[in-house]
């Protein structure tokens, strides 16, 4: 039995074949997008690789002979593995238990509570940094309290102690949003099922909700293992002693600036192995588990009771107010005199915020100027890579999905040390020392969250809306700017916001590119806590934190954009 095709059926058919035989922009900006990813990507860290095998005596392996035959070298490729490996534990346990506190049980204030964690993210790290220091330090506010009133020093908080205790905090809030989104996709029907089976309600949640979330867990702790190892600031300021890879290959660019950077480059090449092992491990293992979720019945959450309830709460109260903590602290030390060095704790004053306004207001313009113009291009490429990504595929999308998500796997400082390398004053494209590396530093930093929403965005929209358009005789090129993109502006607005608060509180990356005058409030706040200046130091962080959370109140209460999911 033959089904003929209807009127619209046809003149979509006639329509495409028409179509097909034009020009097609999308092929030409699929093409565009790959080589500019292939010079401002892969030629950078294809040069770091290279240079670590370019010795100064012309023995192509003196660079590597050196990292082996200095203790130094493999003592903190160990430690940074070591660090990685507990910070992702902890930061995955605290997720993990926060997620599940705050899907399974009712409580006042659940609404608050939820979205307390995500602070974490958006206060940056530096400033999470100084914040901690300037609390439990060697002349904190609660190291002096203790002191002064019991006669009692507390332990010091630099090396692996300070350690351990911020880089869970700074990141965990990765594995609560992804472990939050599987648990509320995830069918109770599945374990009341288990149960009626004669499983116990232990067993049962371990076999049938463990294994459903697990894809969501591990993923997102491979992030945090991954972020972990490229971690910069927390690193430098706390770690002490303690020899890390990512201070060590700082520490390696500043000296060699000037001459053959081979040290550098050899060091930036065992972070991008290591990571590179990483992502394969997770490819080979986590990526092989899937489950799909039909549309069930979700919990209903149960309200706490007992002292196991009072137990989780104080738990939970404990992690969120050590997540908010850094937030109170610089706002506390923004407002409080200070004398050089020394805070006057209970003197309310104005003086850091005037001295930072009136007499030092480059670096806020710098970030302002700078941010603005990596977010423009960011989101503009995002969209445009989005598009070929997911409705325009063509036989270059899986290397530019690829070359994009690249520098995801990449810590700031490898990269910094790539666009040096690759784009320095004696290069082909001489950028050094001007304001273009560091917009093209924080543009393809940060590129991957523009196209993550804006693909998000697009697997939303049917096909069948744009095909309608073509049907009706409208060229493929303008249905979709018609059609396609008024229904990604969400997508837009939220890919939007979410780069600007991250370029903004990049410090590693443009830490190595920025040249005199054109320091951002990150590097400012980084110089001045290595002076002591903390109260001018809190006044660029409270004002970096505004600039930050004021565009995401605006978005999400104002245009009721939901960023975070």
């Given amino acids: 039995m033959s089904v003929q095709a209807g009127p619209t059926t046809q003149a979509y058919r006639i329509a495409q074949e028409k179509h097909r035989r034009r020009f097609s922009p999308w092929l030409v900006l699929a093409v565009a997008s790959v080589v500019l990813a292939l010079v401002f990507v892969a030629w950078p860290i294809l040069n770091v690789l290279l240079k670590s095998f370019s010795g100064a005596t012309g023995d192509p392996l003196a660079g590597w002979a050196e990292f082996f035959g200095d203790p130094q070298y493999p003592t903190a490729v160990g430690n940074t593995l070591l660090l990685a490996a507990i910070v992702t534990v902890l930061a995955t346990a605290i997720g993990v238990f926060l997620a599940y506190f705050t899907s399974r049980f009712a409580f006042w204030g659940k609404a608050a509570i939820a979205v307390l964690p995500v602070t974490a993210i958006l206060v940056p790290e530096v400033i999470v940094t100084q914040a901690w220091l300037m ?3 060697n002349n904190g506010f609660l190291t002096r309290f203790v002191r002064d009133v019991f006669g009692a020093e507390m332990p010091t908080l630099y090396g692996w102690r300070g350690l351990i205790l911020i880089l869970p905090l700074l990141y965990y809030t990765y594995v609560y949003l992804g472990t939050l989104a599987a648990l509320k996709s995830f069918d109770s029907q599945l374990e009341e099922a288990a149960m009626s089976l004669g499983s116990p309600p232990l067993v049962a949640r371990l076999k049938v909700m463990i294994p459903a979330i697990f894809p969501a867990v591990a993923s997102t702790s ?20 303690v020899q890390l890879l990512a201070p060590l290959t700082y520490k390696a660019f500043l000296a060699e600036t000037g001459g053959n950077p081979v040290m550098q480059s050899t060091l930036a090449t065992v972070a991008i192995a290591i990571v590179a092992l990483v992502l394969f491990f997770q490819r080979m293992t986590v990526g092989r588990k899937k489950y799909e979720m039909v549309q069930g019945r979700s919990w209903t959450p149960i309200k706490l009771r007992g002292g196991s309830g009072a137990l989780l709460s104080i738990i939970a109260a404990a992690i969120l107010i050590a997540s908010t903590l850094p937030l109170v602290m610089v706002t506390a030390m923004a407002f409080t005199a200070s004398s050089g060095p020394v805070l006057r704790w209970g003197a309310f004053s104005f003086d850091n915020i005037a001295k930072v306004l009136t007499r030092e207001p ?30 325009k595929k063509n036989f270059l999308t899986p290397a530019l999905d690829y070359l994009v998500m690249l520098p995801m796997a990449l810590s700031g400082t490898v990269l910094g040390i790539g666009m040096m390398t690759t ?18 530093v924080f543009v393809i930093r940060r590129l991957v969250h523009g196209v993550r929403n804006a693909s998000a965005t697009l697997h939303a929209i049917p096909d069948s809306l744009e095909d309608a358009s073509i049907s009706l005789g409208v060229p493929p090129f303008r249905s979709f700017l018609n059609v396609v993109l008024p229904l990604m502006v969400p997508g837009i607005a939220a890919a939007t916001v979410l780069t600007w608060v991250t370029i903004i509180g990049e410090l590693s990356a443009s830490l190595v590119v920025y040249s005199a005058g054109k320091e951002t409030i990150t590097i400012k706040v980084f110089q001045l806590m290595n002076t002591g200046l903390n109260g001018q130091a809190a006044a660029y962080g409270l004002i970096l934190i505004l600039l930050a959370i004021v565009p995401i109140f605006i978005a999400t209460r104002v245009f009721r954009i939901r960023l975070f999911t």
Avoid: E, R, Y
């Avoid at 670096?363 to 989005?386: E, R």
């Fill in 135 to 137: 609390f439990l330090g």
């Fill in 362 to 391: 480059q670096p806020i313009l710098n970030t302002i100027g700078f941010g603005a113009i990596a977010c423009a291009i960011g989101v503009f490429v995002s969209v445009i890579v989005s598009v070929v990504i997911v409705k």
């Fill in 423 to 440: 784009f320095g004053s004696d290069s082909l494209i001489p950028l050094s020392g001007t304001t273009s590396i560091i917009v093209l």
């Fill in 222 to 241: 491979i992030v945090v293992f991954t972020l972990t190892i490229g971690n910069f600031a927390t690193s430098t300021i706390i770690g002490g002693k």
